[in-house]
Protein backbone atom coordinates (compact mmCIF):
# COMPACT_ATOMS: atom_id res chain seq x y z
CA UNK A 1 0.00 0.00 0.00
CA UNK A 2 1.11 3.29 -1.05
CA UNK A 3 1.47 5.91 1.91
CA UNK A 4 2.11 3.26 4.52
CA UNK A 5 4.68 4.60 6.80
CA UNK A 6 6.32 7.63 8.06
CA UNK A 7 5.43 10.73 7.10
CA UNK A 8 7.44 12.55 5.47
CA UNK A 9 7.28 16.34 4.51
CA UNK A 10 9.02 17.51 0.96
CA UNK A 11 7.64 21.11 1.34
CA UNK A 12 10.57 23.79 0.96
CA UNK A 13 10.06 26.35 4.00
CA UNK A 14 8.48 29.92 3.51
CA UNK A 15 10.57 32.59 4.57
CA UNK A 16 8.16 35.42 5.65
CA UNK A 17 10.21 38.65 5.31
CA UNK A 18 8.95 42.37 6.26
CA UNK A 19 8.50 44.88 3.29
CA UNK A 20 11.14 47.40 2.61
CA UNK A 21 9.77 50.75 4.45
CA UNK A 22 8.13 53.15 1.86
CA UNK A 23 8.95 57.02 1.27
CA UNK A 24 6.73 58.43 4.10
CA UNK A 25 8.11 55.78 6.91
CA UNK A 26 11.82 56.74 5.64
CA UNK A 27 10.66 59.83 6.33
CA UNK A 28 9.05 59.52 10.10
CA UNK A 29 11.21 61.23 12.81
CA UNK A 30 11.86 58.35 14.42
CA UNK A 31 13.65 56.29 11.86
CA UNK A 32 15.90 59.34 11.37
CA UNK A 33 16.81 60.11 14.77
CA UNK A 34 17.68 56.36 14.57
CA UNK A 35 20.17 56.81 11.79
CA UNK A 36 21.65 59.74 12.58
CA UNK A 37 22.56 57.88 16.66
CA UNK A 38 23.83 54.93 13.97
CA UNK A 39 26.05 57.80 11.74
CA UNK A 40 24.24 56.47 8.54
CA UNK A 41 24.70 59.29 6.19
CA UNK A 42 21.35 61.68 5.64
CA UNK A 43 20.72 63.97 3.26
CA UNK A 44 18.38 66.86 3.61
CA UNK A 45 17.16 68.45 0.80
CA UNK A 46 15.69 72.32 1.52
CA UNK A 47 12.46 73.04 -1.22
CA UNK A 48 12.74 76.11 -3.15
CA UNK A 49 10.11 78.00 -2.01
CA UNK A 50 10.12 76.45 1.77
CA UNK A 51 9.28 78.57 4.65
CA UNK A 52 7.94 81.65 2.50
CA UNK A 53 4.14 82.16 1.93
CA UNK A 54 4.60 82.75 -2.13
CA UNK A 55 2.36 80.68 -4.20
CA UNK A 56 4.49 78.47 -6.83
CA UNK A 57 2.93 80.74 -9.82
CA UNK A 58 3.74 84.44 -7.86
CA UNK A 59 6.72 84.07 -9.96
CA UNK A 60 7.49 85.73 -13.85
CA UNK A 61 6.96 82.43 -15.56
CA UNK A 62 9.44 82.21 -18.71
CA UNK A 63 5.80 82.25 -21.20
CA UNK A 64 4.98 85.76 -19.46
CA UNK A 65 8.51 86.75 -20.48
CA UNK A 66 8.41 85.99 -24.12
CA UNK A 67 5.17 87.85 -24.20
CA UNK A 68 6.59 90.89 -22.70
CA UNK A 69 9.04 90.75 -25.40
CA UNK A 70 7.34 90.00 -28.06
CA UNK A 71 6.79 93.06 -30.20
CA UNK A 72 4.96 91.73 -33.21
CA UNK A 73 2.39 93.69 -34.84
CA UNK A 74 -0.88 91.33 -35.38
CA UNK A 75 -3.17 94.01 -36.15
CA UNK A 76 -2.38 93.43 -40.01
CA UNK A 77 -2.84 89.99 -40.10
CA UNK A 78 -5.77 90.31 -38.20
CA UNK A 79 -7.30 92.66 -40.64
CA UNK A 80 -6.41 90.91 -43.27
CA UNK A 81 -8.19 87.82 -42.06
CA UNK A 82 -11.57 89.56 -41.16
CA UNK A 83 -11.01 90.93 -45.09
CA UNK A 84 -11.16 87.19 -46.04
CA UNK A 85 -14.01 86.04 -44.01
CA UNK A 86 -16.12 89.33 -45.27
CA UNK A 87 -15.41 88.76 -49.22
CA UNK A 88 -16.29 84.78 -48.49
CA UNK A 89 -19.71 85.77 -46.64
CA UNK A 90 -20.07 88.11 -49.68
CA UNK A 91 -19.53 85.64 -52.16
CA UNK A 92 -21.62 83.12 -51.15
CA UNK A 93 -25.06 85.60 -50.58
Known amino acids: MAGVGPISQDWEPV ?6 PNAAAKKDEKV ?8 ADIETIKKSNAGTNKAASSS ?6 KLDEDTENL ?3 YLFLIFCILNFVYLLL
Open 32 to 39: VNAARRSG
Open 75 to 77: ARE
Open 60 to 65: TSLNTR
Open 15 to 20: VIRKKA
